[in-house]
């Protein structure tokens, strides 16, 4: 009966210490210490959507480890993450992009976005199709892992895609990258289509863009206060795609010149025929729905913001 008794009690403790391995194993598909216990993102907490377990790890992926060439480090700049070890796992970091001072990047230093046409409470998703191709969402496998550095954990979910992946959230919004973000710190999205905007660690708009959906008014070059930092020219008349955007202060040359037909700024600025502020110029005041109007349609080159 003794040694029956000792089988048992041995039996027991070899289970307990294989169990504590277990829990305190290495996941192999990603080389990350798997946490002892992965959060929940529910319905309702800080508008994330969906039941999927999310493994929060506080840090950076490379301060946890992250196994080569997977997460963000496996995404291509522009292109949206399809192979499931760029699911994996994602970073969220507050940082400095540009002139975006907080503003949200990955693993990888790229810029993320919010979309206006989005919702936060409940969170939704509304860029699909060709609008997911220019503006890769930023996504991650049903138990992947999401790296929070100087983010709340609060602040952070996922929401159900209508392609069936889950989407990370920020402050509730869904979080992007853009396709002509070709290096870290670029931040060539900022306001485009007036719609567009870096996110901040609790889902705000970066860089001063106000929150009620947009930039400025129906102002046609009158009534903004104070000068521009930021400014989206688009190449069809009343602000139609496609569009580009420009941030910072001083003299910026435009990427695709001689093509805006309309622009919109949150203040004033000056347009330039010529590269590095050369040639014709004319003070703007806010959004100008058509260029032609102040006989710069097609004629952009560069503007002075600041």
């Known amino acids: 009966m003794f040694d029956k008794r000792f089988g048992m009690i041995a039996g027991a403790a070899a289970a307990g210490v294989l169990l504590l391995t277990a829990c305190n194993g290495t996941d ?37 480890n992250a196994a080569a060439r ?16 760029a699911k994996k796992w994602v970073q969220l970091s507050a940082s400095k992009a540009g002139s975006l001072d907080p503003v949200v990047v990955n693993g990888a230093g790229f810029t993320l976005y919010r979309f206006d046409k989005d919702t936060a409470n409940p969170s939704k998703s509304n860029c699909n199709g060709d609008c997911a191709t220019t ?4 996504v991650v496998a049903p138990g992947g892992r999401i790296f929070i550095d100087g983010v709340k ?37 900022q306001g485009v289509g007036g719609t567009w905007f870096g996110v901040t660690p609790d ?23 104070g000068p521009a930092t930021s400014v989206t020219l688009s190449d069809e008349k009343n602000f139609g795609d496609p569009s ?11 990427t695709r010149d001689d093509v805006a037909s309309s622009l919109q700024a949150s203040g004033s600025l000056k347009v330039w025929s010529g590269k590095n502020c050369t040639g014709k110029s004319k003070v703007v005041n806010g959004d100008v729905a058509d260029l032609a109007t102040i006989g710069f349609d097609n004629d952009i080159s560069s503007v002075f913001l600041g």
Request: with cysteine; proline share 7%.
């Open 28 to 64: 192999n598909a990603t080389g990350v210490p798997a946490p002892s216990a992965p959060a929940t993102a529910d319905q309702g907490a800080a508008g994330q959507g969906g039941t999927q377990e999310l493994n929060f790890l506080s840090g950076t992926a490379k301060q946890n």
């Open 70 to 85: 997977t997460g963000d480090w496996a995404n291509s700049p522009g292109k949206a993450a399809v192979k499931p070890a």
């Open 135 to 138: 503006w890769p969402p930023v």
């Open 153 to 189: 954990k609060s602040d952070v979910g996922v929401v159900k895609r209508d392609d069936g992946n889950l989407q990370v959230t920020v402050g509730g919004w869904p979080v992007y990258r853009f396709s002509k973000d070709l290096k870290p710190g670029d931040t060539n999205g």
């Open 203 to 225: 889902g705000k708009k970066a860089g001063g863009g106000q929150e009620d959906g947009g930039q400025g008014g129906e102002q046609a070059g009158g009534g903004a206060a």
């Open 244 to 254: 580009q955007g420009l941030a910072g202060s001083g003299c910026q040359n435009v």
